[in-house]
């Protein structure tokens, strides 16, 4: 079984490409899970689909024919050419792709170092995926371990503290633009708002939505119809956008020209306000966020190398757990295997009667004495070797030369259930 995760981020995957590769719903990451699954040798997989990146988390038993798979489905059903798909793609396999899940879920990939949401974010799409029936046991272990790991990240250095999101970059760059004094601004950075003194309109086309959050935010917060968007951006000089919509919500012909200068910020993926709409509108998208957050990025160095070290020894923890789940199994099927072929032939030899019945037990226990003298060594050494990184292709290599079959054995029966991670 290999791991292997397939990614487009915003380092290495422009706009563009990633509205283009977003998916729209929920069901559109059902669907094309259900179909990369059904590949015989796919095991699980799930979709990380955030403003910031696309990237498909799988286990299966074929690495390369995994990649390609990846690459075709999403070139058939988002629209892009597979070779352009290809060329921005990064590959992540097996302890590459570990070490890079564990750094995605710790937020020392994310677009503003230690922003809180995407481990939850991680978290909710593994959800839908099991949910799903597309993942489960392999991805589960992975995961779990890399929901540790973001924990230790956050309590072992200062990461986290004063907690910067693209929401809250957002609103810092807001204040500088205005001057420090803050009008109504917009839904997806409420509580940053809030905190910084402003009052909040909220606009949502379904309305209770709107209503159950400014219940939650409490004061200075009020909700208008979603018909009224057009007189509200236009009545306004700062506005806040981040919804699902396929298409923009604010079309150029919606703006009219003012006496105000307005600043727009558009943290949606697809766009939710349409090219440059002029009319003395200055649009902050997400890719401008990453050049604001990079003062932020520089204090937060020295921690991001702490961090990066909590995240090495995770993965090496992960791996050598990983193994010694799979090791018991193999050394205890051999066992059984010795056993049963022990039985077969001493009953195949009272049969032909080259043994009295009376030794039978004897004979039984002699042979099965010196098996065991004979795998103790042997055993020792898998054992010794599962604790390696490259330990897995002994384990594997056994397996074959043995016929061993372990995929229906639960192999937390071998290991204390409270060493091991729940996500």
Same mark, same amino acid.
């Given at each position: 079984?290999?791991? +292997?995760?397939?990614?487009?981020?915003?380092?290495?995957?422009?706009?563009?490409?990633?509205?283009?590769?977003?998916?729209?719903?929920?069901?559109?990451?059902?669907?094309?899970?259900?179909?990369?699954?059904?590949?015989?040798? /796919?095991?699980?997989?799930?979709?990380?689909?955030?403003?910031?990146?696309?990237? !498909?988390?799988?286990?299966?038993?074929?690495?390369?024919?995994?990649?390609?798979?990846?690459?075709?489905?999403?070139?058939?059903?988002?629209?892009?050419?597979?070779?352009?798909?290809?060329?921005?793609?990064?590959?992540?396999?097996?302890?590459?792709?570990?070490?890079?899940?564990?750094?995605?879920?710790?937020?020392?990939? #994310?677009?503003?170092?230690?922003?809180?949401?995407?481990?939850?974010?991680?978290? +909710?799409?593994?959800?839908?995926?099991?949910?799903?029936?597309?993942?489960?046991?392999?991805?589960?272990?992975?995961?779990?371990?890399? !929901?540790?790991?973001?924990?230790?990240?956050?309590?072992?250095?200062?990461?986290?503290?004063?907690?910067?999101?693209?929401?809250?970059?957002?609103?810092?760059?807001?204040?500088?633009?205005?001057?420090?004094?803050?009008?109504?601004?917009?839904?997806?950075?409420?509580?940053?708002?809030?905190?910084?003194?402003?009052?909040?309109?909220?606009?949502?086309?379904?309305?209770?939505?709107?209503?159950?959050?400014?219940?939650?935010?409490?004061?200075?917060?009020?909700?208008?119809?979603?018909?009224?968007?057009?007189?509200?951006?236009?009545?306004?000089?700062?506005?806040?956008?981040?919804?699902?919509?396929?298409?923009?919500?604010?079309?150029?012909? /919606?703006?009219?020209?003012?006496?105000?200068?307005?600043?727009?910020?558009? /943290?949606?993926?697809?766009?939710?306000?349409?090219?440059?709409?002029?009319?003395?509108?200055?649009?902050?998208?997400?890719?401008?966020?990453?050049?604001?957050?990079?003062?932020?990025?520089?204090?937060?160095?020295?921690?991001?190398?702490?961090?990066?070290?909590?995240?090495?020894?995770?993965?090496?923890?992960?791996?050598?757990?990983?193994?010694?789940?799979?090791?018991?199994?193999?050394?205890?099927? /051999?066992?059984?295997?010795? +056993?049963?072929?022990?039985?077969?032939? !001493?009953?195949?030899?009272?049969?032909?009667?080259?043994?009295?019945?009376?030794?039978?037990?004897?004979?039984?226990?002699?042979?099965?004495?010196?098996?065991?003298?004979?795998?103790?060594?042997?055993?020792?050494?898998?054992?010794?070797? #599962?604790?390696? #990184?490259?330990?897995?292709?002994?384990?594997?290599?056994?397996?074959?030369?043995?016929?061993?079959?372990?995929?229906?054995?639960?192999?937390?029966?071998?290991?204390?259930? #409270?060493?091991?991670?729940?996500?």
């Amino acid at each position: 079984m290999h791991y +292997q995760v397939v990614s487009f981020n915003y380092k290495h995957c422009d706009l563009k490409q990633r509205e283009a590769l977003a998916f729209k719903n929920e069901e559109e990451i059902r669907e094309f899970l259900r179909t990369l699954v059904a590949f015989d040798f /796919m095991i699980e997989a799930f979709v990380i689909n955030t403003c910031n990146r696309v990237e !498909v988390v799988t286990a299966s038993r074929d690495n390369f024919a995994t990649f390609h798979a990846v690459l075709g489905l999403l070139s058939r059903s988002r629209g892009v050419n597979f070779y352009e798909l290809e060329k921005s793609a990064r590959r992540y396999e097996d302890e590459e792709a570990v070490h890079h899940l564990f750094t995605v879920v710790s937020s020392l990939d #994310s677009l503003v170092i230690g922003e809180a949401q995407i481990t939850g974010q991680v978290k +909710q799409a593994f959800k839908l995926s099991y949910d799903n029936a597309t993942a489960g046991r392999e991805l589960n272990r992975v995961l779990s371990y890399a !929901v540790k790991c973001a924990a230790e990240v956050r309590n072992a250095t200062n990461i986290s503290e004063n907690p910067i999101s693209i929401a809250s970059v957002a609103v810092a760059q807001a204040i500088e633009e205005v001057g420090g004094s803050l009008a109504e601004m917009g839904r997806l950075a409420a509580k940053h708002l809030l905190r910084a003194g402003a009052d909040v309109v909220l606009l949502s086309r379904t309305r209770a939505t709107a209503e159950a959050l400014a219940e939650e935010l409490g004061e200075n917060v009020r909700v208008e119809e979603f018909g009224k968007l057009e007189r509200i951006i236009n009545r306004y000089r700062l506005l806040f956008t981040a919804t699902a919509s396929p298409e923009p919500i604010i079309t150029r012909s /919606m703006v009219e020209e003012k006496p105000i200068r307005r600043v727009w910020f558009d /943290m949606a993926i697809p766009r939710d306000i349409e090219g440059d709409v002029e009319c003395d509108v200055k649009i902050y998208r997400i890719d401008d966020l990453q050049e604001i957050s990079k003062n932020n990025h520089a204090l937060r160095q020295e921690q991001a190398l702490r961090a990066q070290e909590i995240v090495e020894r995770y993965c090496d923890d992960f791996y050598r757990w990983l193994q010694a789940l799979s090791v018991e199994p193999v050394i205890k099927q /051999m066992r059984l295997d010795i +056993q049963r072929t022990v039985e077969e032939e !001493v009953a195949r030899a009272l049969r032909k009667g080259y043994i009295p019945e009376e030794s039978a037990e004897n004979v039984r226990y002699l042979v099965a004495q010196a098996f065991d003298k004979y795998l103790h060594q042997p055993t020792r050494n898998l054992r010794l070797a #599962s604790k390696e #990184s490259e330990g897995s292709r002994a384990i594997d290599a056994i397996r074959q030369i043995f016929a061993i079959d372990t995929s229906d054995v639960d192999p937390k029966q071998y290991k204390s259930p #409270s060493k091991e991670p729940q996500s």
